[in-house]
């Protein structure tokens, strides 16, 4: 992992991942679905695997994944052994129309595990568009996933589906492994849930959440919401304040009003002639 730091950089870190399973799982077609990066190797020449780099946004900072794609066959395998050495993230992918597929990733863990253990993984379930072709439910390779300790995405490179959401999840898993996020947690980027969440939140009391023409669920996220980041307490605790200044002083007005009366005119019944209105 490497970070550059000129004024004029491209990205922010730099993460390789690795792309392993069998062959004719999709990892190639994982690839081509990227529409950004380079395609050819750094190296100039084919050595049975695919390259593939490509830019994404994690908190407002720019991460560039060098994608490596070691190819399923058996020739490849010492290639994969050397390739997979400085890696911070492996995909493992699978087919979900191939039971054979699936069963196979124990393989391409013990490989890992020999060449580079530690590494954070995600396990991944392509072809999501042949789902009428599953022989591998959802449920199973969740709780494999489960088993392993890593994080599972179903995918679609035909549809642009979880693609750049699953690598997305390797560089945050790869960073804050490494202790990177203390740096962007000041420039982090809120969602649009969060936006719309906070903008409702700093003008509406946290009293009067109930009254909007909101659903019940929403409501409560709401209050939640406003529990969690302190915003609504602040803003209550300004707004009570506020409240209490301008009512203070209608109040202070309103004595003065009673206490300072306009000048009368004498009263009819004064016999002092000297009495004049100047």
Not at 39 to 55: F, M, R
Request: glycine fraction near 6%; aromatic fraction near 8%.
């Amino acid at each position: 992992m490497s970070s550059r730091g000129s004024p004029l950089k491209a990205y922010d870190f730099l993460l390789k991942f690795l792309l392993v399973g069998d062959s004719d799982v999709g990892k190639g077609e994982i690839l081509a679905s990227l529409q950004d990066g380079a395609s050819e190797s750094p190296y100039g020449y084919n050595t049975g695997i695919d390259y593939k780099t490509t830019t994404i946004l994690l908190d407002g900072r720019r991460i560039k994944l060098q994608l490596w794609d070691a190819s399923g066959q058996g020739r490849f395998c010492t290639i994969f052994r050397s390739y997979s050495r400085g890696a911070q993230g492996v995909i493992l992918v699978y087919d979900i129309t191939s039971r054979w597929s699936f069963d196979g990733i124990d393989r391409w863990l013990k490989e890992i595990d020999e060449h580079a253990p530690g590494v954070p993984k995600i396990l991944v379930g392509n072809r999501l568009h042949l789902a009428f072709k599953r022989q591998v439910t959802t449920e199973q390779a969740q709780l494999y996933a489960e088993r392993l300790g890593i994080t599972f995405f179903e995918v679609s490179p035909l549809c642009n589906f979880n693609i750049t959401e699953s690598f997305t999840e390797l560089a945050r898993i790869v960073l804050m492994r490494h202790g990177m996020e203390r740096l962007w947690r000041p420039n982090k980027v809120l969602s649009l849930q969060d936006l719309c969440c906070r903008a409702i939140v700093s003008c509406t009391p946290v009293h009067l959440v109930d009254k909007l023409p909101l659903p019940v669920a929403l409501k409560s996220h709401l209050k939640s919401f406003s529990m969690a980041n302190g915003l609504n307490a602040r803003m209550m605790h300004g707004r009570s304040y506020s409240l209490n200044a301008n009512n203070s002083k209608k109040r202070n007005s309103l004595k003065k009003s009673k206490l300072i009366r306009p000048p009368q005119s004498p009263s009819q019944s004064c016999t002092r002639n000297s009495c004049k209105i100047s």
